[in-house]
Structure formats: C-alpha cells, structure tokens
C-alpha cells in the first residue's frame, strides 16, 4: 500500500493547456437530486465545475430545475424523466439525493446496460446496488464506487476491523473489476492490484455532503481523460487539500462543505510544480 503525498500528486496532475477550450476537459453527467434533497445536487455540480470539468450537465427531476439554475448557473440541465443521450458523455456519475426507488433502480439498470465507460457510483447508487447485488457484475469495467463505512458493510457485509474491511474491498474490486474508495479517517484506494491511502482532510469533512463533493470531484476528474484509478487518488486527495485550506478560516466544527468546493482553487495551486 503506497500513501498518497503531494509528490504521488505532481506526477499525475496534468497542467491545463493555456490554449485549451472547453470541449478540452470534457463533459461530465451528474445524475443527483430529487424532491427534498437538491443540495446534494448542486454540491456535486459545482464541485465538479470547481475540480475542471470543460461541461457540466445535471439530470434532476422536472420539477427541481429551479434549484440548479439558481444555484450553478454554469451548468446544464436535462430531465430526468426524459430519455438522455449518455453516449454524448465522457464521464457520468449517479446515486446523490436520487433516492432508492424503482425509478432509480430502473435509471442504474439502463445507465449500466447503455454506458460502456466508468461511472462513478454513491450514496442512493450504492443503496441500490446493495440491493440488488447482480448489478454490481453489470457495472462497466473501472466503474468507481465510493461507500463510507456503513454503506460499504451494506455491500459487502458486516467487517469487525478497518483492516478487514480494505482486505474485502481489495478482492471486492478484483470481483467486480472495479475501484472502490473506501470513505475513512484515511480513505483507501484500491482497484485489487494497487492501494492506497490518502494523507489530507480532517474531521471538518465529517458532515453531510462531503461525499457529494468528492462525487463530483472524481467526475470531473474522468472527464478530463484521466484513468479512473489515478481520478480516484487525485480526486481525494484534492477533496482532503481543500478542507485542510479551510481549517486557516474555519474549525472543524463550523466547516461547511460549501467552504470546501471555494477552496478548491487554492488546492490546486498548491499541487502545481
């Protein structure tokens, strides 16, 4: 298992191009929200604007289309009970505040089925799969998925240890030829061949919508064409960077996870040679 530094980072953080355009850096789907949780929408829309996505588009339901435009007017909406054009992506993630209903059942089964490439799963996502465990042999090679703690023993089964649950997420990832960021104190990365741990981030981000941020982080990071592993490292990493930034304006107790994504700038430039 290798710790993730600021080194590991500078060797596989890609400079912006000064003469890029937009349609350099991708175009991610987020697929989050419903009724009585939009915030987790728009947390992870912004967050994935902030981490350098060229695009972003949400697909949220009809009625909960207000939220976005108010909120992030950079970007875009589709419907969610409209038939989308996945295709058109280049990375998609699914599961924050979406809920666990047959709609969102339905909504996984077809992403899975429809797109070929990585797809970042949480939260409701990862409900869902719990549910229904045939899905995760569905799931597109290199797909991510990041559980916390319980939402991982709700996957794989209750662990008595933190190092018995990274041993099951090791042959977890292996099975289901996947990578899983296992949300922890020090989160761990594994894609079943290599592991890692993360050495940013403090109790600040023990609140909710922290995931929500790392979702869209992550995204924007496969976006970009990075590979999912090297997505997830850097995508946690940077999540961990920007929450220890806030820590100069705010404690632990009273860090918001808004304060977070404004901070992502600052990470950046911390991480450039």
Same mark, same amino acid.
């Given at each position: 298992?290798?710790?993730?530094?600021?080194?590991?980072?500078?060797?596989?953080?890609?400079?912006?191009?000064?003469?890029?355009?937009?349609?350099?850096?991708?175009?991610?789907?987020?697929?989050?929200?419903?009724?009585?949780?939009?915030?987790?929408?728009?947390?992870?829309?912004?967050?994935?604007?902030?981490?350098?996505?060229?695009?972003?588009?949400?697909?949220?339901?009809?009625?909960?289309?207000?939220?976005?435009?108010?909120?992030?007017?950079?970007?875009?909406?589709?419907?969610?009970?409209?038939?989308?054009?996945?295709?058109?992506?280049? #990375?998609?993630? *699914?599961?924050?505040?979406?809920?666990?209903?047959?709609?969102? /059942?339905?909504?996984?089964?077809? &992403? =899975?089925? %429809?797109?070929?490439?990585?797809?970042?799963?949480?939260?409701? #996502?990862?409900? *869902?799969?719990?549910?229904?465990?045939?899905?995760?042999?569905? /799931?597109?090679?290199?797909?991510? &998925? =990041?559980? %916390?703690?319980?939402?991982?023993?709700?996957?794989?089964?209750?662990?008595?240890?933190?190092?018995?649950?990274?041993?099951?997420?090791?042959?977890?990832?292996?099975?289901?030829?996947?990578?899983?960021?296992?949300?922890?104190?020090?989160?761990?990365?594994?894609?079943?061949?290599?592991?890692?741990?993360?050495?940013?981030?403090?109790?600040?981000?023990?609140?909710?919508?922290?995931?929500?941020?790392?979702?869209?982080?992550?995204?924007?990071?496969?976006?970009?064409?990075?590979?999912?592993?090297?997505?997830?490292?850097?995508?946690?990493?940077?999540?961990?960077?920007?929450?220890?930034?806030?820590?100069?304006?705010?404690?632990?107790?009273?860090?918001?996870?808004?304060?977070?994504?404004?901070?992502?700038?600052?990470?950046?430039?911390?991480?450039?040679?």
């Amino acid at each position: 298992m290798k710790n993730i530094d600021i080194h590991t980072i500078q060797l596989l953080f890609k400079k912006r191009s000064p003469d890029s355009h937009k349609g350099n850096h991708g175009h991610a789907l987020v697929i989050a929200g419903s009724k009585d949780k939009m915030g987790a929408a728009i947390i992870s829309a912004k967050s994935a604007l902030r981490a350098g996505a060229g695009l972003v588009t949400v697909a949220v339901p009809k009625k909960e289309r207000g939220s976005i435009f108010n909120a992030v007017p950079e970007a875009m909406v589709v419907f969610r009970e409209d038939k989308t054009d996945v295709e058109k992506y280049a #990375a998609i993630a *699914i599961g924050p505040g979406i809920g666990a209903d047959k709609a969102a /059942l339905q909504k996984i089964t077809l &992403l =899975t089925q %429809h797109f070929q490439h990585p797809i970042v799963f949480d939260a409701d #996502a990862l409900t *869902i799969l719990a549910n229904t465990q045939s899905l995760l042999y569905k /799931l597109p090679f290199k797909s991510i &998925l =990041t559980p %916390h703690v319980k939402e991982f023993d709700r996957l794989f089964g209750n662990q008595k240890s933190e190092s018995e649950r990274r041993q099951v997420a090791i042959s977890k990832a292996i099975e289901y030829k996947c990578i899983i960021v296992l949300k922890e104190h020090q989160t761990f990365i594994t894609d079943g061949i290599s592991s890692f741990e993360n050495t940013t981030g403090n109790s600040g981000l023990a609140k909710g919508g922290s995931g929500d941020a790392l979702t869209g982080i992550i995204t924007a990071f496969l976006a970009q064409g990075y590979e999912p592993i090297n997505a997830s490292i850097l995508g946690v990493y940077l999540h961990g960077l920007a929450a220890d930034i806030t820590l100069k304006t705010q404690s632990p107790e009273s860090m918001l996870i808004t304060d977070v994504i404004e901070n992502l700038g600052q990470a950046f430039y911390q991480i450039q040679l």
